[in-house]
């Protein structure tokens, strides 16, 4: 991972935001957090995330709002930070016009397991023609036949 190890969760649901954000720090990268628009404005004037995961529906300032004014202000300093929207809306609905140009993926909350979260990053990650490598689950230690592995940790 050379290019995307700051990452910014931006999730009004505290156990989805949790669940993302250990999972992620298990592999290494930097996280911050924000359960809400204006707070997702803040940290990331603050943290300069290379990456954000933005809720759409939150409360005080949604998430197509928030992801006009990073794309387009730059005192937040995130007009290149890649953006994936995580929703439930579907694809077809009428919010999907707004976040075309701006957004550079969306993610269906209930469709998606925190293993996919790497995957998304190992795609913006990967130079294109070269696939990306598949993620191994990080090891049981309560599981004998799954013992750790002595290989180094991801980077």
Known sequence: MAGLQKILIVEDNAALR???ALFLKDRGFELA??????????????FHPDLIFLDIMMPKLNGLE?????????????TRAKIVLLTNLSADSNAAQNWDDDA???????????TELFEIIQS??????????????????????NPPSSQPPLS
């Open 66 to 78: 928030v992801l006009r004014r990073l794309r387009h202000d730059p005192q937040y300093g995130c």
């Open 104 to 114: 550079d993926g969306y993610v269906l909350k209930a469709e998606i397991v925190p």
């Open 124 to 145: 913006f990650d990967t130079p294109p023609g070269i696939p990306a490598q598949p993620v191994p689950p990080p090891p049981d230690p309560e599981d004998p036949a």
């Open 18 to 20: 949790e669940m993302y």
């Open 33 to 46: 957090q924000a359960a809400d628009g204006e707070a997702a404005l803040q940290q990331a004037t603050s």
